[in-house]
């Protein structure tokens, strides 16, 4: 069963950008790219979905290259409550197009 | 708007006692999926249906039931509770299909002993 791969834990600053990568080499071709975030002892967020080049909306960016085996999850000028784990969703053409989830990026934000 | 509201927030259960996880949702979605998420772990698909009458296994669907009468109302059932059982269960739902962005409850904990 195909994975997606993300870095376990990531740490940044109040006010820096961070960039958070996903690689998905099995994408399906009709798939979107879809980002969570989660707090503890809530359920997973929506973030940002996009299928390629480049999305942003009011709390991140996408960017997706052309072959769309990878993705970066944007956040601009983090704060202390972007503390959180970061999930990548893609499909995977192995799995009759199951969705298949990260295991997540701990982004820890420090003052 | 409530969104997703899933029910009891936590639960403990002997082993082989079954029970039903509840989640209910408000806004129409025809897509709705459980989910189980154990430490250390992504979230691993049980099952999933597309709409009233329609179910499918997901990625872990042993041990577990779904049925899908209503729209609103997608009941997970465990069917002789097993510790490999504890975890947390999130219900998700979404407008149309998977590719549709994810709406998720509050999660349901459960103990099995």
């Known amino acids: 069963l195909a994975k997606t791969t993300q870095p376990i834990s990531m740490d940044s600053y109040e006010g820096q950008e961070v960039n958070i990568t996903c690689s998905h080499n099995?994408?399906?071709?009709?798939?979107?790219i879809t980002w969570y975030q989660q707090f503890p002892s809530q359920g997973p967020r929506f973030i940002i979905q996009?299928?390629?080049?480049?999305v942003t909306n009011e709390v991140a960016s996408l960017f997706i290259p052309a072959d769309r085996k990878s993705s970066t999850l944007s956040l601009p000028r983090v704060s202390l409550s972007d503390t959180a784990v970061y999930y990548c969703?893609?499909?995977?053409?192995?799995?009759?197009?199951?969705?298949?989830w990260g295991a997540g990026t701990k982004l820890i934000i420090k003052p | 708007n409530a969104g997703v509201t899933q029910t009891p927030k936590f639960q403990v259960l002997k082993t082989g006692q079954s029970m039903t996880l509840q989640c209910a949702q408000d806004?129409?979605?025809?897509?709705m999926s459980w989910y189980r998420q154990d430490p250390g772990m992504g979230l691993r698909l049980i099952h999933y249906?597309?709409?009233?009458?329609?179910?499918d296994q997901g990625e872990v669907p042993n041990g577990y039931n779904v049925s899908r009468s209503t729209t609103e109302d997608f009941p997970l059932r465990l069917l002789s509770a097993a510790p490999s059982q504890t975890s947390v269960y999130f219900c998700?739902?979404?407008?149309?299909?998977?590719?549709?962005?994810?709406?998720f409850g509050n999660g349901t904990r459960l103990t099995v002993t």
């Open positions: 806004m129409n979605h025809e897509y």
């Open positions: 969703l893609v499909g995977d053409k192995d799995s009759n197009y199951q969705l298949i």
């Open positions: 099995n994408i399906a071709t009709n798939d979107y």
């Open positions: 996009g299928y390629k080049t480049k």
């Open positions: 249906s597309v709409g009233a009458g329609i179910t």
């Open positions: 998700a739902s979404s407008l149309l299909d998977r590719a549709s962005p994810l709406h």
